[in-house]
């Protein structure tokens, strides 16, 4: 198995770390770079930790496995006296929540190697899931934390995976330490959200923010291996992503008001705050208004791929629901458009089908498709890490051509899709800033930065346990 030279770097990177975060851009390998760290470092097994779904469609963890010649496992399926009959290193998967089945004594016995698939699954100290995974990591020789999107929502969802690492940015854990990590890099503060005259029940702690993101960058460099598709060297087709405004017609309207006024009447039941933005994304995973303009949007994607606006290209179409994905497959159907379901994957691949068609979440994690080299949307995922998955299904280093892709939103600045693309573009924002290598012009100033937000921050850095940092 040949590894790119920027895995080499990241393995190498674990070797002298032993406990280190691959902050690697979606689609760059992070898993195989850390199963190939294992099977490097490693003198036991390898434990993966992961999502259930991961584990129970474990397809891909076997496959990169069975590449570096390791041999695999699911824990969802054996136990770990069927490891221990195993006499070649073992790369183990198991999800957070069936950890409890197994002693640490056990796992200490076998694993001395442990990889958190997509840490953010683990971003709340104060869960059952977080404890376990914390005991694993701190019985390993090496731990190894997996995400291209290691801050998305803000910089809170960087202390859980700080403490996972023992780094000294997370203090001794506390809720102390954790509050005054988010009070300097996340905005953290009491918030009054009631009027009851009773402060505790008026008050919560929130911190939603991302501050000082490149000192934060800076500060934990020590840990984190950071390396984005453009820094590679290796992604080197080019990528036209753009959006095509629907306009809406009159039916499509009707439709939409339809939907928005129940939704309202089932709002009001609930006494929500329309401008909140856990209630948009309500609204967006029930679907009652979304799922309107997804239906109307999926009949346009068609049209344009019958007229040939796409070419000969083979295309992934990519939705939220399943009633579009099964609409998108009618309208193709009808078109004489020649296709398969995500289900039919491997007869997509060596056919010739023109169209594939799957759903965001489902299926657009794990598939390599460089066969096609256009990708179009239906739908925009509330969560950008989740776009970026799908469309990093045919953005691979053995694609061989440019790619095109292309989000279908609803044209309009007071509408659904304009609200999911603007939070799209909020949290995006906050990735980059934080993925982008630091420059020299920085790294130079970093002294007297520190020495400024240390003094700004001075009881904060205290709760941490943290001196002098220059």
């Not at 993925?435 to 930065?449: D, G, H, K, N």
Request: aromatic share 10%.
């Amino acid at each position: 198995m040949t590894l790119w030279n920027y895995q080499i770097e990241a393995i190498e990177f674990i070797g002298k770390v032993k406990k280190g975060y691959l902050a690697m851009s979606m689609g760059t390998g992070k898993t195989l770079t850390a199963l190939a760290a294992g099977q490097k470092y490693a003198f036991k097994n390898i434990l993966i930790i992961a999502e259930k779904n991961e584990v129970m469609n474990s397809q891909n963890f076997k496959k990169e496995a069975e590449l570096l010649g390791l041999n695999y496992v699911s824990l969802r399926e054996e136990d770990l006296d069927f490891v221990k009959g195993v006499n070649r290193q073992t790369v183990c998967a198991v999800n957070p929540d069936r950890l409890v089945k197994f002693k640490i004594e056990q796992i200490k016995e076998l694993f001395d190697f442990v990889v958190v698939d997509e840490s953010t699954m683990v971003k709340t100290t104060t869960t059952q899931r977080f404890k376990r995974v914390k005991k694993v990591c701190e019985d390993m020789n090496y731990v190894v934390l997996l995400s291209g999107t290691p801050l998305m929502n803000g910089a809170a969802e960087l202390y859980a995976p700080l403490l996972l690492l023992g780094h000294p940015l997370a203090g001794n854990g506390s809720r102390k330490a954790r509050e005054a990590f988010e009070s300097i890099f996340a905005g953290g503060h009491r918030r009054k959200i009631r009027n009851t005259g009773i402060w505790y029940q008026d008050y919560v702690w929130w911190a939603k923010g991302c501050n000082h993101t490149r000192e934060l960058r800076y500060l934990v460099r020590d840990c984190f291996f950071f390396r984005r598709k453009e820094d590679t060297g290796v992604f080197n087709r080019k990528v036209d992503r753009r959006i095509v405004q629907v306009p809406m017609t009159l039916p499509w309207l009707v439709d939409y008001r339809s939907a928005w006024e129940e939704y309202l009447i089932q709002a009001r039941k609930r006494d929500v705050n329309m401008d909140n933005v856990a209630e948009l994304r309500n609204l967006i995973e029930n679907g009652q208004v979304y799922q309107v303009n997804s239906r109307w949007k999926a009949e346009r994607v068609v049209e344009d791929i019958k007229n040939g606006v796409y070419g000969d290209q083979r295309i992934v179409i990519f939705s939220v629901f399943i009633a579009t994905d099964n609409l998108i497959q009618f309208f193709l159907t009808e078109a004489g458009i020649t296709y398969h379901a995500f289900e039919d994957l491997s007869e997509w691949k060596t056919g010739e089908e023109q169209v594939l068609v799957g759903r965001i979440k489902a299926h657009g994690k794990g598939a390599n498709l460089p066969e096609a080299s256009v990708a179009l949307f239906v739908d925009m995922d509330f969560v950008p890490a989740n776009n970026i998955q799908a469309e990093n299904r045919i953005n691979r280093p053995e694609q061989k051509n440019d790619m095109t892709v292309v989000y279908y939103l609803t044209e309009g600045e007071d509408v659904v899709d304009a609200h999911v693309r603007r939070i799209n573009q909020d949290k995006a924002s906050k990735i980059d800033k934080f993925m982008a290598p630091l420059t020299s012009e920085e790294i130079a100033e970093m002294p007297v930065r520190m020495r400024t937000l240390q003094a700004k921050y001075k009881t904060d850095f205290s709760g941490l346990g943290l001196g002098t940092l220059f």
